[in-house]
């Protein structure tokens, strides 16, 4: 698989922030959110966005988890080209092989790790830190 | 037994205008003077020797002002109605007959200045003072002292002879039957009748409360007992759980503390609302995701290159065109590496700087809104580590009220246990009233019949005793008559009238015409007082003179010329028949000529002021009393 990636590259999220077995707290961002995750699409690109923003890729899970393709939401479909692009040029250590296995592997689930271990004001520091610098 | 007394001489001290003086009624041989006639002008002291000589007789009627002899009316003027001194009137006396100066009698009355009564000495001789001799020669010489005013049968003046008319035309009481002692059981009797209607009527007034009203009042008290003893009950339950319900918290500490809680409820529900309003829209996502990383490559220095494929497959159409092979290879080439460096849809990535003051903006409310909803949860929880929760405030609240209801309860009860009780006591007081009164009604029950009984006694004995008065009073005047009609036959010179008893419908003296048998009644002179023509008063002398002569008194008659309408003849005869009767006379006039018609007169005493600047003391008392 090259490093490119398309709306139908199938990933998966852990169960526990999964919707079907998820935790609320963890589905709401901490409560964050006003409304649960709907679908792995989104929370997938969520979780791999913090880990980005964090540069934390502390996590890496093999795991068969809870699978999706970015294609399943109308709403993904438009953001997950950015989340490629933004990995593809954070990371230009990982090549066209490991690509779509870094996002799935270790992306998402250090993702999952940021929001496990954090607050949801720490979870807004985040952001805010992400934004501000 | 003495028959009368003869005065030997007359000491007065300080009596009315005396001051000093010694009368002796005795000529310059000590003879006695038993037929005598004091006169002088009117003011010169006649009277004054005769009230001397009364006063002597029966003392002062202390206290009675109006009295002719009162206390007061015997000091001399100059005293200004003080008694600055003894006052002292002393009587000789001495026997009719064949007596000598050793039986002199002494009668010495003295009214001390400091004395609350005057006192009477009598002895005789040079014997000492013995008091109950003194009463005894007392009642011999002078008689019964008169019950009313003064007076003595033995002194015939004016006063007398109109209290003797009243008395001999009238039934009150008067001079004569007082003299006689008859009405006083009646007047007695009258008062005790007097006081027996006033114990009637006292007792008739009274209103007993009804013994009927007791079984009302005894059920009235039992119920009220049992509402008392049931009320006490509660009130002791009542008290028991207020006792163990005292809350901890006052209501004000409640009050604080339910406002402290609502404040923080408040705080966290509105932190929620703010919370709810500041949540991240899920359809949010798409754009903070953008701008998350847009904010992530441009920290990381990587530029966001534009993107030309997202919509197509450079490599295709590359290959496309070198199958048509109308371009060079470098362009079919520069074609495919468009697909190779920009493979993604940057769009969302490019321009973002606005949006992501916006995201700033807009997670720092996120997080402000976090931090309030924290807070106002953390603050709510301390509330209610301390035991503050909502559900504690309603439980306590609820207790509160219970407590303060029983409280208020307690106090309506024990005021309605004290008005009970009050009511019970006033109750009780009313059974024991009315218990008490049953005893007292039957005392006055009894009262009320003895007086009843008594003035039935009392009606009748009084009946009675006015019958007998009536009855004694007819035979008193029947016997006094006999002796009235003596002396009326030895003084009476017209020979016109005789004296007549009239039995019915009162017993009265009057006078009969001989010679046509009609009656005529003393008539008294309503502005004089005295009886009006000579023979109403002579008939009053002649009864005054039987009343005397049964009177007991051995006093010398003292004749005051009060017989105005009495002839001459009468009156000449009159004097003889008294000095004769009574073996002794005084006659007072203030006429010269009437002096002189006393037969055997031992002597005229003048009185007379003439030489007598004020008082009578014992330089002029010889000129104030001088014996022709």
């Not at chain 2, 009277?47 to 009364?54: D, L, P, V």
């Not at chain 2, 009214?111 to 109950?132: A, C, K, R």
């Not at chain 2, 809104?369 to 929880?381: F, G, K, Y």
């Not at chain 2, 009843?452 to 006694?457: D, G, H, K, P, T």
């Amino acid at each position: 698989m090259s490093k490119k990636l398309s709306g139908n590259t199938t990933h998966s999220i852990p169960r526990r922030i999964s919707s079907e077995l998820g935790n609320k707290d963890f589905l709401t961002l901490r409560g964050l959110l006003d409304k649960e995750f709907s679908g792995g699409a989104m929370t997938a690109i969520m979780c791999a966005t913090l880990a980005l923003i964090t540069e934390n890729t502390s996590v890496t899970d093999s795991d068969e988890g809870s699978k999706f393709r970015y294609n399943d939401n109308e709403r993904t479909r438009e953001v997950f080209p950015s989340l490629f692009y933004a990995v593809g040029r954070m990371n230009p250590q990982v090549g066209d092989e490991d690509f779509a296995r870094f996002i799935d592997h270790t992306l998402i689930n250090s993702g999952f790790d940021v929001i496990t271990r954090n607050t949801a004001i720490e979870l807004c520091d985040l952001m805010l830190k992400a934004l501000e610098n | 037994m003495v028959d009368r007394y003869n005065l030997i001489s007359l000491r007065v001290h300080n009596f009315m205008g005396v001051e000093q003086s010694e009368i002796k009624f005795t000529d310059q041989e000590k003879n006695l003077r038993k037929v005598m006639t004091i006169t002088g002008h009117q003011g010169g002291g006649k009277s004054t020797i005769i009230f001397a000589i009364q006063w002597c007789a029966y003392g002062t009627s202390i206290g009675a002002t109006s009295r002719r002899l009162s206390r007061t009316r015997l000091y001399p003027g100059k005293w200004g109605g003080k008694q600055l001194g003894d006052i002292s009137v002393t009587i000789r006396l001495r026997p009719v007959g064949d007596y000598g100066p050793d039986s002199d009698i002494f009668c010495k009355r003295v009214l001390h200045e400091d004395g609350e009564l005057d006192s009477l000495q009598v002895t005789i001789g040079p014997d000492n003072f013995d008091e109950i001799e003194s009463k005894n020669y007392f009642r011999q010489i002078f008689g019964k002292p008169p019950q009313i005013e003064q007076g003595a049968m033995w002194v015939i003046r004016k006063e007398e002879m109109q209290r003797m008319a009243e008395t001999i035309t009238k039934t009150k009481s008067s001079y004569f039957l007082d003299f006689m002692n008859l009405d006083v059981p009646l007047n007695v009797l009258s008062e005790l009748k007097s006081d027996n209607d006033n114990t009637i009527e006292r007792i008739g007034r009274k209103n007993w409360p009804s013994v009927h009203q007791l079984p009302i009042l005894d059920a009235s008290r039992n119920s009220l007992r049992d509402v008392i003893r049931e009320d006490k009950m509660e009130e002791e339950k009542l008290i028991k759980w207020i006792n163990e319900n005292k809350p901890q918290k006052t209501q004000k500490d409640l009050q604080e503390a339910k406002e402290t809680f609502d404040k923080a409820k408040q705080k966290f529900v509105d932190a929620e609302k703010s919370l709810s309003e500041n949540r991240l829209r899920r359809d949010e996502l798409v754009d903070l995701v953008n701008v998350l990383l847009s904010a992530k490559l441009d920290s990381s220095g990587i530029p966001v290159e534009p993107s030309f494929n997202s919509k197509y497959d450079w490599e295709d159409i590359a290959s496309y065109l070198e199958k048509t092979r109308r371009f060079t290879p470098n362009v079919t080439n520069s074609i495919k590496e468009l697909a190779k460096s920009s493979g993604y849809d940057t769009s969302g990535l490019l321009d973002r700087q606005e949006s992501k003051e916006e995201w700033i903006a807009k997670i720092r409310e996120l997080r402000r809104a976090l931090n309030d909803q924290i807070n106002s949860t953390n603050e709510i929880r301390q509330l209610e580590s301390i035991g503050l929760t909502q559900e504690n405030l309603q439980e306590i609240s609820r207790t509160n009220l219970e407590f303060e209801k029983k409280t208020k309860d307690l106090g309506k009860l024990s005021e309605r246990l004290s008005q009970n009780l009050e009511k019970l006591s006033g109750i009780e007081s009313e059974i024991k009233k009315i218990r008490r009164s049953e005893t007292n009604e039957s005392k006055d029950k009894i009262k009320l019949d003895l007086a009843e009984r008594q003035n039935n006694l009392l009606n009748g004995l009084m009946d009675s005793i006015e019958e007998a008065n009536h009855q004694y009073k007819i035979d008193l005047l029947s016997q006094t008559i006999k002796r009235v009609k003596y002396f009326w036959d030895i003084i009476d010179q017209r020979r016109e009238y005789v004296p007549l008893l009239i039995e019915t419908p009162t017993p009265q003296f009057a006078l009969e015409n001989l010679s046509d048998s009609s009656v005529r009644y003393v008539q008294l002179d309503s502005s004089t007082g005295t009886a009006s023509g000579g023979e109403s008063q002579l008939l009053l002398i002649c009864t005054c003179l039987a009343v005397s002569e049964s009177s007991g008194a051995k006093m010398p008659i003292i004749l005051d010329d009060c017989f105005t309408d009495v002839d001459e003849p009468t009156v000449k005869k009159l004097l003889s028949t008294v000095s004769e009767h009574f073996n002794s006379l005084i006659f007072v006039t203030n006429y010269e000529a009437k002096a002189k018609l006393i037969q055997n007169n031992d002597g005229v005493l003048r009185i007379s002021r003439d030489h007598v600047d004020t008082y009578v003391n014992a330089k002029n008392s010889e000129n104030w009393a001088k014996w022709e």
